[in-house]
T-cell receptor, first 112, second 115 residues
Framework: QKEVEQDPGPLSVPEGAIVSLNCTYS??????FMWYRQYSRKGPELLMY????GNKEDGRFTAQVDKSSKYISLFIRDSQPSDSATYLC????????????FGAGTRLAVHP | GAVVSQHPSWVICKSGTSVKIECRSL??????MFWYRQFPKQSLMLMAT?????????EQGVEKDKFLINHASLTLSTLTVTSAHPEDSSFYIC???????????FGSGTRLTVV
C-alpha cells in the first residue's frame, strides 16, 4: 500500500464547475499538507499549505484536512480553462526538513 | 514568496558525458534542498536530500556515483549526472523549504535528453 493514494484521473469538467480533488494517506505522523499545481514541463507550484486538521481558503481554492480519516481535499470553485493542469497532493511529518511524500497527481481538464 | 531558480531548463547531451544542473534559492537560505526525478505522466520521485556542508542523503535505489550532489553554500545545490545514458533522460526538479514556513518551493525543472 502506498503512503499516499491519489486518483490519477483524468478528470474533465466544464468551465464554471466545482472540482473536488482528494488524497488519502496511511502515515499518522503526517502533519503538513500541501497541494501543488503542475503545468506540463514545469515545476510544481504551491497552491495551498495547511498544518494539521481544518480548512483553509484562498480565493477560489479551499483545502480541507481530516486527520481522523486520513483524508485531504482540494476544492476549486468556478473552474477555468487555465486551471487545467496536474494537481499533486503532498505531505510531510512533523517539523524540520522532512521529505515530502507525493500522491500520483490528478490530471484535470476544464473545457470551455 | 520564496523563489528557487533552476538552470538549465533543458539540456541535450551525448551518451557518456556529464551534465550539471544548478538550483539556487534566491531570497532565502536553504540548508536543505531536495532533488526529484519525474517521468512523463508520473509523480515526483525523491532522489536525494542535499545538506549544506555535508554529504547528501540518497533514497534507496538511487546511484550515488551517477547522481553527484554538491551543496556548497546556503543558496546553491548542484546535481551532476555523470556518464549519462539515454535511460537517464528525464525531468529533474529541485526544491527547498521556505524557512518562513510556507511550504516547499520548487524550481522550474530541467529536461535532460541523452542521445
Amino acid at each position: 500500500q502506498k503512503e499516499v493514494e491519489q486518483d490519477p484521473g483524468p478528470l474533465s469538467v466544464p468551465e464554471g464547475a466545482i472540482v473536488s480533488l482528494n488524497c488519502t494517506y496511511s502515515n499518522s505522523a503526517f502533519q503538513y499538507f500541501m497541494w501543488y499545481r503542475q503545468y506540463s514541463r514545469k515545476g510544481p507550484e504551491l497552491l495551498m499549505y495547511t498544518y494539521s486538521s481544518g480548512n483553509k481558503e484562498d480565493g477560489r481554492f479551499t483545502a480541507q484536512v481530516d486527520k481522523s480519516s486520513k483524508y485531504i481535499s482540494l476544492f476549486i470553485r468556478d473552474s477555468q480553462p487555465s486551471d487545467s493542469a496536474t494537481y499533486l497532493c503532498a505531505m510531510s511529518a512533523t517539523g524540520g526538513y522532512n521529505k515530502l511524500i507525493f500522491g500520483a497527481g490528478t490530471r484535470l481538464a476544464v473545457h470551455p | 514568496g520564496a523563489v528557487v531558480s533552476q538552470h538549465p531548463s533543458w539540456v541535450i547531451c551525448k551518451s557518456g558525458t556529464s551534465v550539471k544542473i544548478e538550483c539556487r534559492s534566491l531570497d532565502f537560505q536553504a540548508t536543505t534542498m531536495f532533488w526529484y526525478r519525474q517521468f512523463p505522466k508520473q509523480s515526483l520521485m525523491l532522489m536525494a536530500t542535499s545538506n549544506e556542508g555535508s554529504k547528501a542523503t540518497y533514497e534507496q535505489g538511487v546511484e550515488k556515483d551517477k547522481f553527484l550532489i554538491n551543496h556548497a553554500s546556503l543558496t546553491l545545490s548542484t546535481l551532476t549526472v555523470t556518464s549519462a545514458h539515454p535511460e537517464d533522460s528525464s525531468f529533474y526538479i529541485c526544491s527547498a523549504r521556505d524557512p518562513r514556513g510556507s511550504g516547499y518551493t520548487f524550481g522550474s525543472g530541467t529536461r535532460l535528453t541523452v542521445v
